[in-house]
């Protein structure tokens, strides 16, 4: 007689005293990211703009990053998230925000991370609409389990064609004080049950509207409104209200609040080289591609000097050159390599990429004598841009006007460029950008004027074009289509041309330089559009440890929330 394998098994683990199926072992402890001030994540889904969430997150002074859904024939499979956070990113965030959205766009593995996200203290706050709840297949999902509320199943919203003015909740724990005289209204709620321990903090009529509750050790608010509906004459829908996004940004600043509060990462005391290979590094042989790896990621003076000079020696630094290692040997530069530096630039030298590297250390190395090799450099095509960035670098102030006049031309040629087939964004994309970039970062190093100003329109102007050509991705190609392949082609080339822009950008934010202090404290302090807030918010960041808390006292009464909460946390923060 045969016995099911289940039954077998239960046998045997009656005698092992064991339960018959093994848990699932426990989440990895989330390895939270120190952060300034809470970051949420949005997913957005159809219509989340008419919630008003990025107001919303401004109001409340919280950082954001978004991912979007697109449904669309034209790639299989038909729906995408995009710019979604890998589980390491997710680590730098505080609350994940879903605006209206299904679970199957979310994906069961990211529902999966988020519900570990909110048991070990992050946030969630789910909006909603059409894809939301029982209409967006909640139902068995992480998101039903973590919800402080249940939903029926119900295959339309029920409406409210007179509306249902909003309150507060009657046991309502949020206390900042909300003006509900004006009686904005809801058109269409979803019914959403509380869930016991739970609370209403708001009421649409008599339904829940906003429902707080408590996950592990995270917190999660669910929104039963969708905005959505015509409202009648004289009714104002609660997302034109004026006070929603502040109540809005309330619920999502409480829902972050219970992210643990890391302190930043001591690094590694273990040695980056063993005893021979640091040996080996001294006497300038046998340094290999990995050792130099571990010492970019982790340089030390000594270890930048060995490195320096190992790479420039006569006879070369054999599979490790300049150009692969530059970049972490610019915090170390002295005016004593400008000599070894000139010395091997004027030697001739097929490496284009290692002459690059040069010019730019160079620049970074002060040396006086450096400025005439660089002006040189900087009239040569192959090797213009890093010209720019190392008299950028540099520090003489000599050097701007000629970096404003190659900025004019550069500016000037993607106009006359542009073409019906090749408009101003190809060209400034796949051409002229990648000058225009450097010099408006070599001008913003050298304490130009204007650079601040600069710096914020250019870097909104690259953030517009990179969601132009992420849209123009999705062109649909045939295999036997040659000139719809190349021109695809050209869009992945500007694309990736672009992120780079993008990346130098945020990367030369900060430390903010000291002649640039009074101009940016000025254009912080006014600033309002979100991504100019975003560059502002960077180079504030890139700055706490090269400026004294008290000099950011001044944005303390800011124009934009974010910009204010930066201000203090970094104010209080020593």
């Not at 917190?219 to 009648?232: F, I, K, N, Q, S």
């Not at 008299?391 to 073409?419: D, F, H, S, V, Y």
């Not at 080339?493 to 990346?503: D, I, N, P, Q, R």
């Amino acid at each position: 007689m045969r016995f099911p394998r289940s039954s077998l098994l239960a046998a045997l683990a009656i005698f092992a005293r064991l339960p018959a199926t093994a848990a699932e072992p426990p989440p990895a402890a989330w390895q939270w990211a120190p952060s300034p001030v809470p970051k949420a994540l949005v997913v957005e889904g159809l219509w989340s703009d008419y919630f008003r969430w990025e107001p919303a997150m401004h109001e409340a002074g919280l950082l954001y990053q978004s991912a979007f859904v697109s449904r669309s024939p034209y790639f299989q499979p038909y729906t995408r998230l995009y710019h979604a956070p890998t589980r390491e990113e997710l680590q730098h965030c505080s609350v994940i925000v879903i605006a209206n959205l299904d679970a199957g766009a979310i994906t069961p593995d990211r529902l999966k991370d988020f519900r570990e996200f909110v048991e070990q203290g992050g946030g969630l706050v789910v909006l909603g609409g059409e894809w939301a709840y029982s209409r967006g297949a909640y139902g068995g999902t992480p998101l039903e389990e973590m919800l402080p509320v249940t939903f029926p199943v119900e295959h339309r919203i029920p409406p409210a064609p007179a509306g249902l003015p909003l309150s507060a909740g009657p046991q309502a724990t949020w206390k900042q004080p909300f003006d509900f005289a004006k009686k904005p209204a809801a058109f269409f709620v979803q019914s959403l049950v509380p869930k016991p321990g739970s609370t209403v903090q708001l009421l649409a009529g008599d339904k829940p509207a906003l429902v707080s509750g408590v996950f592990g050790k995270g917190r999660v608010v669910a929104c039963a409104l969708t905005a959505t509906g015509e409202p009648p004459a004289g009714a104002l829908p609660f997302w034109d209200w004026p006070e929603w996004p502040r109540l809005l940004g309330q619920a999502i600043d409480w829902a972050a609040g219970a992210r643990p509060v890391v302190a930043t990462t001591p690094i590694s005391t273990k040695p980056v080289l063993t005893e021979d290979e640091l040996n080996s590094l001294t006497l300038g042989s046998g340094v290999t591609p990995d050792m130099a790896r571990r010492i970019c990621e982790r340089p030390t003076p000594a270890m930048a000097e060995a490195l320096f000079a190992h790479v420039l020696r006569p006879e070369g630094g054999g599979k490790v050159d300049l150009a692969s290692v530059y970049a972490a040997l610019l915090p170390f530069a002295k005016v004593e390599w400008g000599g070894k530096l000139r010395e091997s630039l004027e030697k001739f030298s097929p490496d284009l990429q290692g002459r690059q590297a040069g010019l730019i250390l160079l620049g970074a190395s002060r040396d006086p004598a450096g400025y005439d090799v660089l002006m040189e450099a900087v009239q040569k095509e192959p090797t213009k841009d890093a010209a720019i960035e190392g008299l950028g670098r540099l520090g003489n102030p000599k050097a701007i006007p000629l970096i404003r006049e190659l900025l004019t031309r550069a500016e000037r040629a993607c106009g006359a460029q542009a073409t019906d087939d090749e408009p101003a964004p190809g060209v400034f994309a796949r051409k002229e950008g990648s000058t225009i970039v450097e010099c408006a970062t070599a001008l913003y190093r050298l304490g130009d004027a204007d650079a601040v100003p600069r710096m914020l329109e250019l870097y909104s102007r690259v953030r517009l074009f990179e969601r132009i050509f992420a849209n123009a991705t999705k062109r649909r190609v045939a295999y036997t289509d040659l000139q719809g392949i190349g021109i695809l082609k050209s869009i992945y080339e500007g694309e990736k041309k672009l992120a780079v822009m993008l990346a130098k950008l945020r990367a030369e934010a900060g430390p903010v330089p000291e002649s640039q202090s009074a101009a940016f404290l000025k254009a912080a302090g006014q600033a309002k559009e979100p991504v100019e807030v975003e560059w502002l918010c960077l180079a504030m960041e890139q700055s706490a440890a090269a400026r004294p808390a008290a000099s950011w006292q001044p944005l303390a009464t800011a124009r934009d929330g974010i910009v204010r909460r930066m201000a203090t946390a970094m104010g209080t923060a020593r």
